[in-house]
Structure formats: structure tokens, C-alpha cells
């Protein structure tokens, strides 16, 4: 399922613009997607401290109260590199400015389906693309999309499993094995519990490692494969 958002401070604006994604998605025969809405860039801030990862696609309007579109873009790329951003206005004075943070479109309101097609399919394109740059998981319902280079460490504890990344804290169920398995290279397993992202490694004291200032133990068992993942991570650093 395709997570969209559409920020627009005009209520009529992101009905319409909502109706016309429907229209787009039945066309591709894409299945269900889910949609949010948000009347403010400063509203869809505040709710992504809170649900970072949750979005794939938003759709934002340039000229908004006071936070605009573009400095609303800008926040979210910083918060989450994987984003699709696309920006929907009257204007083409911020064209070019949208190159800054990685849009993958411009639409002049109102969008053509045929530009929206064009979104959709960039937006396709750029997921299978960044595939191996993201780690996804599920806590019921909820589907996280979590950019690798965000996270920290994984810690498990009997089958539940935290993700501590930069930006927030994820919860699901699931395996350290499997979590291995999925995420690859640049992670290193320190302990039973724990899974470490070599390069957020700040420093290692006797049985334990530092991500900032926290302390995670590092096992006898998985000692002198950490301290080789470690070394390798700090010369290609």
C-alpha cells in the first residue's frame, strides 16, 4: 500500500488533488493506498516526530501560512532522505529550488493526469531503486520504511525488537537473525541482543561499545568480529 500525504492550507485544494490520485492509482491498477492530510507544513512536522517512516509520497503546496512549502520540504528531507516530495502550486517562481531537496516533480495546479502518471511512476522507480537503502518493518498494521544510514543499533528482547535510529524509536516483532539477514553489510552483531551500525560507532571500551553516549555490551563470542568490523568502517571512514 502506497502511503501519500497531501499538504495544501486549502481544504478544496487536497480534496481535489486527493481525488485525482485516486483516479491516477485505479488507472495503474496499483491497489489501496492511504492518504493523510494536512492543512499546515508546521502540522505535518509535528506529526512526523511522531510517525517518521510512515510516509512514502508527499505532496506539498508552496505558498503556506508561515513555514511554506519549500522550507517544509527542506525539514522533512533532513528528517527522512527517502522521501518522496513532490511540490503542487500556481506558482513557477521555486521550479528550480525544488532540485535542492530531491523533488520528484513540479505540478502546476491543477495537475494534469498525465503528470501525476508521471509522478507515480518516478515515485515507483525510486523505491525499487532504494531498496537496499532502507530497512522496512511491521508493527501491526503500521508498515516503517527506515533509511539504514538513520540507524543506530537493533536490540531484541525475546521476540521484540527495537530499532533506535536518529530520528525515532521503532518497535516490532520479529528475529536479530532475520533483522541480520535484512540489513547487510555495515552492520555488525556485538551481542545476542544487540546489532550495531559499525559507522555510528563512536568508540569501544573494554566489553563495551558507544553510540553517543549510550553503552552496549559487547560479548565474548562476538568480540573479534566486531572489533574487525569496526576496524574495517574506520579505514573506509
Known amino acids: 500500500m502506497l502511503r501519500i500525504g497531501i499538504c495544501d492550507d486549502n481544504a478544496g485544494a487536497r480534496i481535489a488533488l486527493r481525488s485525482a490520485l485516486e ?3 485505479d488507472r495503474r491498477r496499483s491497489g489501496e493506498a492511504s492518504f493523510f492530510e494536512f492543512s499546515s507544513g508546521e502540522g505535518l512536522l509535528r506529526w512526523m516526530e511522531n510517525h517518521a ?3 512514502d509520497l508527499v505532496f506539498l503546496d508552496i505558498e503556506m501560512g508561515e513555514l511554506d512549502g519549500m522550507e517544509t520540504a527542506r525539514r522533512l528531507r533532513e528528517a527522512d532522505e527517502g522521501l518522496g516530495l513532490v511540490f503542487v502550486t500556481g506558482y513557477t517562481d521555486y521550479v528550480f529550488d525544488g532540485y535542492s531537496v530531491g523533488a520528484l516533480g513540479y505540478l502546476m495546479k491543477p495537475p494534469k493526469q498525465d503528470q501525476l502518471d508521471g509522478v507515480l511512476n518516478r515515485a515507483a522507480e525510486a523505491r525499487l531503486r532504494d531498496e537496499d537503502k532502507v530497512f522496512l518493518c511491521r508493527n501491526g498494521e503500521t508498515l516503517y520504511r527506515i533509511s539504514k544510514n538513520t540507524i543506530l543499533y537493533f536490540a531484541s528482547d525475546r521476540r521484540q525488537v527495537t530499532c533506535a535510529a536518529t530520528n525515532r524509536t521503532y518497535v516490532f516483532y520479529g528475529k536479530l537473525d532475520e533483522v541480520e539477514r535484512a540489513v547487510g553489510d555495515g552492520f555488525v552483531r556485538v551481542h545476542q541482543r544487540y546489532l550495531v551500525r559499525t559507522s555510528a560507532v563512536d568508540r569501544m571500551e573494554g ?14 563470542a562476538c568480540r573479534s568480529a566486531a572489533l574487525a568490523a569496526l576496524a574495517r568502517s574506520a579505514l573506509e571512514g
Not at 208 to 220: H, N
Open 207 to 220: 566489553s563495551q561499545i558507544f553510540v553517543g553516549e549510550e553503552a552496549i555490551p559487547v560479548s565474548r
Open 53 to 55: 517512516g510512515e510516509l
Open 23 to 25: 483516479r491516477a492509482l
